[in-house]
Antibody, heavy 127, light 108 residues
């Protein structure tokens, strides 16, 4: 079964840091780009950023709202995706989802939307 | 940044009716990178449509997508009770993804 499971959420004070993890299973993780998407309470979806795969030099891209504060990384040997969040603000309070993106293999690229999502992990930034 | 504007904000319909949801982009979007998602309360989003008109795996054929350029539409024929949810469009362009603000489809 194709699955993504996030962990690491919790309560953190403004200015603090938190690291989220996303464990992937059931597919060849290293073949895919991976994304983080968040949803503030009662609000819509906001794309946070994504990482390409090794074949595409692990290039990362971020939304303007998190650039310089958040870092996406991955460990293909552990089938894991990470989101390091620094200098957190109250407006970063949200459910954070990881999602599977483009499949990029042997110079070919296949985009089928963000087709697999985790269940989400909740981050609350509050004093 | 490409801004996606969805309309209406809320759509009130009855089971069995047809739903038409709109997504308008602030500039032209590649159809290859226009997707639609469904989200129910307390759940993660679920991919419905990718490439503007291709149904994702397991999505019933009452869901269809169309459009190009700056105007895209999600149509749900013969609404089922489980279709009442929030729907988001999403695009990829200029190295960024953006989502629309969502359309809530509610039971009339």
């Amino acid at each position: 079964e194709v699955q993504l499971v996030e962990s690491g959420g919790g309560l953190v004070q403004p200015g603090g840091s938190l690291r989220l993890s996303c464990a992937a299973s059931g597919f060849t993780f290293s073949d895919y780009y991976m994304d983080w998407v968040r949803q503030a309470p009662g609000k819509g979806l906001e794309w946070v950023g994504r990482t390409r795969n090794k074949a595409n030099r692990y290039i990362t891209q971020y939304a303007a709202s998190v650039t310089g504060r958040f870092t996406i990384s991955r460990d293909d040997s552990k089938n894991s995706l990470y989101l390091q969040m620094n200098r957190l603000k109250t407006e970063d309070t949200a459910v954070y989802y990881c999602a599977r993106d483009t499949m990029a293999v042997a110079g070919n690229y296949y985009y089928y939307g963000l087709d697999v999502w985790g269940q989400g992990t909740t981050v609350t930034v509050s004093s | 940044e490409i801004v996606l504007t969805q309309s209406p904000g809320t759509l009130s319909l009855s089971p069995g009716e047809r739903a038409t949801l709109s997504c308008r982009a602030s500039q032209s979007v590649s159809s290859n990178y226009l997707a639609w998602y469904q989200q129910k309360p307390g759940q993660a989003p679920r991919l419905l449509i990718y490439g503007a008109s291709s149904r994702a795996t397991g999505i019933p054929d009452r869901f269809s997508g169309s459009g190009s350029g700056t105007d895209f539409t999600l149509t749900i024929t013969r609404l089922e009770p489980e279709d009442f949810a929030v729907y988001y469009c999403q695009q990829y362009g200029n190295s960024l993804y953006t989502f629309g603000q969502g359309t809530k489809l509610e039971i009339k």
